[in-house]
């Protein structure tokens, strides 16, 4: 008997069509968990470093978090993994809503896609019913208009869709796949449209069996409850109306312009005002009491839901106000842009027009208005018309297509993705080895467990410490003795580097919402979720019988295997460098220095290959072998040592990490009473 998983995935081969029900191994789950560490296993092993991305042998694998469709509260979370063709290395996509749960519903764990459909497809998933269907018909719709027509088709408003529009239709790079209030992107929505595949229409209504079904229960209505009510929880972006803290620190346009100072109360109220008459609601994701998505419907447009911050990177992009970016996700969400990427690359061919690089015969009838660019911009790309085929490459590779200097305009991308705009001051260690040696396409993939500022008061800092249940003792010291507007030591910043990226890979395998737990570490004490609970709640679903040590290793499993696909593929020290033009003043030395010393803490070579001691030491023998058979390692590197990091254990013996704070012990609410929330409408 399988708990929390159906135990069967789905293998939908698009270019003979035949699809295949197929038991898989529960070893898998034991040693990677699930979502995107069981993908990147099967990536791992079916498709090889030659394939590139475009071939009809990459995968796209659609993977349930271990824990979505639970009783687990935010557990609802689909990862999208594939080789992206932005980077040629694994990308996944972690995507909320309702879609994952579904899936489970309807008896299966993941989807695996190869091949390619000779015409346009969609899936159709109806328990036992799974069959790809002609999807002409829906050729050039918007995502949402996708959704909408396939609900209407098949009768049932019940059904998730999850869909590209035109943009992944035409294979621009940076096309996301949509699905109700949310999202994948980071190079993904490319290779559905790659695959012809317009959509997925799923339609679940058996049971999940979960192993201890009532104490499971009791232990998950309370955590919903206390979930429910704290402001510590959830994505304050929808509710939150005073954004000084993205409008006055991140750049503006391609990453060039900061205006500090810009947010005032005049304007939070201005934006309060018009961003209420267009709200019809909040909503929230499967199985969670938070209502983090604002329902809009700005005048002209179709009702849809806002997306995380897509609220500030379209008029920050177009140095517009807030009416603009609701009016341009109307236009983009429909099209199936990652919001980040779009809004980057429009402002960078903005900025080479401005510069005389692009003239009008590149852009014909170019408008005026910097609102009306972004639309023309918007639809030339989607459509790959005119000079909008170069850029719907991204910003990389529009550089070095359109040459003239382009090049030099260039500076918000690593590894060839387009980063969220930032400009800042002196170098900050930590965010430079995320930015550098993450292997997510994107910072937002990787931060979010430990405050990005240090507090002056010293006991300030001791509160937030001795309220802070997600962190392990080391990082409370670290905190405590990081003053402000200074570097943490070396030492900190690299196991805080390392924490940051591999809370992800926890809420990436389990499907958790990153809002309760990895992103909001950062906020102190409060997450619902962090490395002692969640051994817990994979007992109380999966049965796993493992402790904090435990589900750590098997996170570093996952995050070294995701290293091996990228090095395998090409991945060296020399493409780990943060955006050009991030921080004004660098630390060359420095630099070359630390992220050694981080290649060494993460058991990597000076190359940043995973060593065979590390790879050994995580059970990854066979990627050992495999780089020694392929010449990327010898086997006999002194370099690169196996630490086993009991780091997050310090001063606690190993049952103690399995005694969790059960929901009776751990009372969200509470801190309701003391927060500067207290009061705030949530
Ligand atoms: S906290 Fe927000 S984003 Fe996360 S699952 Fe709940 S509604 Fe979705």
């Known amino acids: 008997m399988r708990y929390a998983e159906t135990g069967y995935d789905l293998e939908v081969d698009l270019t003979t069509g035949n699809i295949e029900r197929v038991e898989s191994d529960p070893e898998l789950t034991l040693k990677h968990i699930g979502g995107n560490g069981v993908a990147a296993k099967i990536i791992w092993d079916r498709v090889s470093p030659e394939t590139d991305a475009f071939s009809p042998d990459n995968l796209l694998v659609v993977s349930a978090g271990l824990m979505a469709g639970t009783p687990v509260p935010t557990a609802n979370r689909t990862l999208f993994c594939t080789i992206s063709p932005v980077t040629n290395y694994f990308s996944n996509s972690i995507m909320g809503g309702y879609f994952a749960p579904e899936l489970k519903y309807a008896g299966y764990d993941r989807i695996i896609f190869r091949g390619k459909a000779d015409k346009l497809v969609y899936l159709y998933i109806n328990n036992d019913v799974v069959e790809l269907r002609d999807a002409s018909h829906l050729a050039g719709l918007g995502a949402q208009a996708t959704a909408y027509k396939l609900k209407d088709e098949l009768g049932d408003m019940r059904v998730q869709v999850a869909a590209i529009g035109q943009a992944g239709e035409n294979r621009v790079y940076y096309a996301s796949v949509e699905h109700s209030n949310a999202s994948a992107s980071r190079g993904v929505g490319v290779i559905m449209g790659d695959k012809r595949l317009k959509a997925i229409a799923v339609r679940g209504t058996k049971d999940l069996r979960v192993a201890h079904p009532e104490e499971c229960f009791n232990v998950c209505l309370k955590h919903s409850q206390d979930i429910g009510t704290s402001p510590l929880n959830g994505d304050l972006m929808a509710i939150e109306w005073n954004d000084a803290f993205h409008h006055d620190n991140f750049a503006w346009g391609n990453s060039r312009v900061r205006q500090r100072g810009y ?23 499967f199985n969670c009491p938070k209502n983090c998505h604002l329902i809009v419907k700005p005048p002209g447009y179709n009702r849809y839901a806002v997306k995380c911050y897509g609220k500030g990177v379209w008029h920050m992009a177009a140095f517009k106000e807030i009416e603009f970016s609701f009016d341009a996700m109307a236009v983009s969400q429909e099209l199936g842009f990652d919001t980040y990427a779009a809004s980057q690359t429009i402002a960078y061919a903005l900025e080479l027009y401005d510069e005389g690089i692009l003239t009008d015969d590149d852009l014909p009838d170019f408008p005026e208005d910097s609102a009306d ?37 260039e500076h918000n991308c690593i590894k060839k993705f387009e980063q969220l705009p930032l400009k800042l001051g002196k170098i900050n260690y930590t965010y430079y080895l995320m930015y550098c040696c993450s292997d997510k396409m994107a910072i937002n993939q990787a931060e979010g467990s430990y405050p990005q500022d240090a507090t002056s008061d010293p006991a300030d800092r001791q509160k937030f410490v001795d309220e802070w249940i997600s962190a392990p003792e080391r990082f409370k010291k670290f905190y405590m003795e990081w003053e402000p507007r200074t570097n943490p030591t070396y030492e900190a910043a690299m196991n805080i580097a390392d924490w940051n990226e591999i809370m992800h890979y926890m809420d990436d395998s389990t499907g958790l919402c990153a809002f309760c737990s990895s992103f909001r570490g950062q906020f102190g004490g409060g997450t619902a979720y962090h490395i002692y609970n969640v051994p817990y709640f994979l007992k109380l679903t999966h049965g796993m019988e493992i402790d904090a040590e435990d589900l750590w290793r098997a996170l570093r499993r996952n995050r070294n295997l995701v290293r091996a696909i990228n090095v395998s593929r090409g991945l060296r020290r020399e493409d780990e460098r943060p955006p050009e033009d991030h921080w004004a003043v660098r630390e060359p030395e420095n630099e070359e220095r630390i992220i050694m010393d981080y290649y060494e803490f993460k058991g990597w070579t000076s190359d940043g290959i995973p060593s065979k001691d590390t790879l050994v030491g995580l059970g990854l023998d066979y990627v050992a072998d495999e780089f020694i058979k392929r010449g990327i390692l010898t086997g006999n590197e002194t370099e690169g040592k196996f630490v086993e990091l009991p780091l997050y254990t310090e001063g606690m013996s190993r049952e103690a990490t399995t005694m969790v704070r059960k929901a009776d012990e751990y009372t969200l609410t509470e801190r309701l009473k003391t927060e500067k929330y207290e009061g705030k409408d949530f």
């Open 263 to 285: 947010w005032s109360q005049a304007l939070e109220d201005r934006w309060k005002d018009y961003t209420l008459s267009i709200r019809d609601r909040l909503q929230g994701c």
């Open 373 to 409: 660019r972004f639309f023309y911009m918007m639809d030339i790309i989607a459509h790959r018309k005119g000079i909008g085929d170069i850029f719907a490459d991204g910003m990389w590779r529009a550089a070095k297509a359109i040459g003239k200097g382009a090049e030099n305009f």
